[in-house]
């Protein structure tokens, strides 16, 4: 992984305010390098300027620009004037998780089309939080814009689809199952980098699914630089410096991983995992040693 990525990384995690694109693009280049990211950020200016006019010319009155009819006029400009939808078809896709190919193709899933409705609305002047639902994320406008109680939710994988509190439970139901038990904190807005933590997670495992090694291990390079704490990424890329070969680097993490994760209390299941990854350390410094 290119030192500069993962600083890039970084500095777009931490910058002022809540802007996602960019943070978004360095992410997107482990699979196009050469990625020029100030025209699609040019690209996203100019369609958040034409979503203003938009929602100047259709909120449901003259004169009415509350909130929810500024969110109808933008699933108008976004589903109906520039045709974005959700990719079913070939949901895994690698592209699906990279900001240029959402804009470009006008296809995505669900947290890379709710990046783009988040973009594009705060660009027309909408405050549009992300919600980092369980197995398909969503949008939110706060409470006190929506004059309601509750936020509203959005679903941007289904045209802006607005899903009501029993929507989103047959949602949690359909995606999780039973795992997990319904409650409003579900639908709590979620920070800028629980939202660049979920995109790389999600293209990790679509790069796993495929065996693309390399580009799974660049991605848990730059999980490993924003959540520096998370010991199972660090597992991860122990493991996968394992399927490729490199020794020495696997060594290194997974001896980390097994000295880390030593230190408390271990369940069934963490043991067995440690039994395993013991027998892959005890592999790997029978062949380091071979070659010395």
């Known amino acids: 992984m290119r030192k500069e990525l993962v600083e890039e990384l970084i500095a777009a995690s931490n910058a002022p305010g809540t802007a996602l694109a960019q943070a978004a693009l360095v992410i997107a280049r ?120 509750d936020s509203v939710v959005i679903d941007p994988f289904h045209a802006g689809a607005i899903l009501s509190e029993h929507a989103c439970r047959r949602l949690l139901q359909k995606h999780v199952g039973s795992e997990v038990a319904f409650s409003k904190s579900l639908l709590a807005p979620a920070t800028r980098t629980q939202i660049v933590i979920r995109m790389l997670l999600n293209l990790k495992r679509t790069y796993v699914h495929m065996r693309s090694f390399p580009q799974a291990r660049d991605v848990t390079e730059l999980l490993l630089a924003v959540t520096p704490s998370a010991l199972s990424e660090l597992r991860d890329r122990g493991l996968l410096a394992y399927h490729l070969n490199d020794m020495t680097s696997a060594l290194r993490d997974l001896q980390t991983y097994l000295k880390l994760t030593s230190m408390g209390e271990m369940d069934k299941e963490t043991r067995e995992e440690h039994q395993q990854i013991w027998e892959h350390v005890k592999t790997l410094r029978r062949r380091i040693a071979a070659l010395n």
């Open 30 to 149: 482990i699979e196009y390098p050469r990625l020029d990211a100030p025209a699609y950020l040019e690209r996203l200016d100019t369609m958040g300027d034409a979503a203003r006019g938009w929602i100047a010319r259709h909120v449901d009155e003259p004169g009415d620009a509350s909130p929810l009819s500024c969110v109808s006029a933008l699933n108008g400009y976004l589903f109906e004037d520039q045709r974005f939808v959700g990719n079913r078809d070939r949901y895994e896709d690698p592209r699906n998780s990279c900001l240029n190919e959402v804009l470009d193709r006008r296809t995505g899933i669900p947290i890379t089309l709710s990046l783009v409705y988040i973009e594009v609305g705060r660009r027309a002047g909408l405050q549009i939080e992300g919600v980092n639902f369980p197995g398909h994320f969503l949008v939110r406008l706060p409470p006190d814009l929506a004059a309601e109680a």
